[in-house]
């Protein structure tokens, strides 16, 4: 069997709380909590959930920006957590990363052409005579053309929406095999944000591109994505085929991410039977015990407050966290209102 085109194993990440620079922490915030997921070559896997669920820190992690605390990160079947710096020159070649804000991700003191020549440089891909050339190619790839006219400019002096052209440019030079986008088109008008995602379905066809496609947008993930993993404080709590989650979700969370969706049609979103969603995310540094979404859950029972569901494997690729997994169809508000032990 073909190994994964990039696979993370059991994955934790946590950050020192507190204490400053005399006294020691006072605790820790588990931001990653034992993540498992895997990237299929040619794939667009969605990794969402609200604010704070450690989506952008697991983003991070496979990156190498932040060090994970434990678990592995394997490209093409090989470990790459505990790489030598040269070795992991390579593997950063293969990964790169699309940020959420291109004004911030841009150094406003270069012109574009010594932002994208940078990579070019540092990977020894293209002699120093041919860089302006092939920096005007990439511009032209993302739809600033001729490339040439926008080279010596600096980022002020572009919108929005050419400036995230120019990191998807930047991400595209050393030609990898996988792009990280995290919120890559949340700071972009409605317009705009067209364009981009039609732009990255397109640059990932013609370069045989993967996304690790970081959002809390579902309707980008319905109209992009081909896998959909849900993440909530740190842990995956649902992972499936895009279709397959957006029919019935397993999970009350990933129903309750659903339900605040917003949705066009009026008379459709008063049809839908998802959970709302209430209250607020705990803290990282106190996890709940057992279920960590039951403090929150409509259809938490004594069991979730007890136990910790293990990653149930269901039908078709699908993965769900939650002791009611099996009773999925029957999530209806009735349904919740009849149960009798219900927290």
């Avoid at 732009?199 to 896998?227: A, M, N, P, W």
């Amino acid at each position: 069997m073909t190994a994964p085109l990039l696979e993370v194993r059991n994955l934790r990440v946590h950050f020192p709380a507190g204490g400053g620079w005399v006294h020691r922490p006072r605790g820790v915030v588990r931001a990653v909590d034992g993540v498992s997921l895997s990237l299929e070559e040619g794939e667009i896997l969605a990794l969402v959930g609200e604010s704070g669920c450690g989506k952008t820190t697991l983003g991070r992690a496979i990156l190498g920006l932040v060090a994970p605390t434990s678990g592995a990160i394997l490209f093409e079947g090989s470990e790459v957590t505990d790489l030598a710096p040269a070795e992991r020159r390579g593997y950063h070649r293969h990964v790169q990363m699309i940020f959420q804000d291109p004004f911030d991700s841009l150094n406003p003191r270069k012109t574009v052409l010594q932002t994208l020549a940078q990579p070019l440089r540092n990977h020894g891909l293209v002699p120093a005579r041919e860089q302006r050339a092939a920096a005007a190619e990439l511009l032209d790839h993302v739809g600033l053309s001729p490339g040439r006219a926008f080279l010596d400019r600096y980022p002020h002096q572009f919108s929005g929406g050419q400036r995230q052209r120019i990191c998807i440019a930047r991400a595209l030079a050393v030609r990898p095999r996988i792009i990280v986008a995290d919120e890559a088109v949340s700071a972009l008008d409605i317009s705009i944000r067209a364009q981009i995602l039609k732009l990255l379905r397109k640059l990932q066809e013609e370069f045989q591109l993967s996304y690790l496609f970081i959002t809390h947008d579902l309707g980008v993930v319905r109209s992009l994505c081909d896998r959909v993993a849900v993440m909530y404080l740190g842990r995956m709590v649902e992972e499936g085929a895009t279709d397959s989650i957006f029919t019935l979700p397993r999970h009350p969370y990933t129903s309750a991410l659903l339900a605040a969706s917003p949705m066009v049609d009026p008379e459709a979103a008063r049809r839908r039977t998802h959970i709302p969603l209430a209250g607020d995310v705990p803290s990282a540094m106190r996890p709940p015990p057992g279920c960590r979404f039951h403090p929150r859950c409509p259809i938490a029972a004594t069991i979730c407050r007890e136990a910790e569901p293990p990653l149930l494997a269901f039908e078709g690729g699908r993965r769900s966290a939650c002791h009611f997994a099996a009773e999925a169809p029957s999530w209806t508000l009735a349904a919740v209102a009849k149960r009798e032990d219900v927290a």
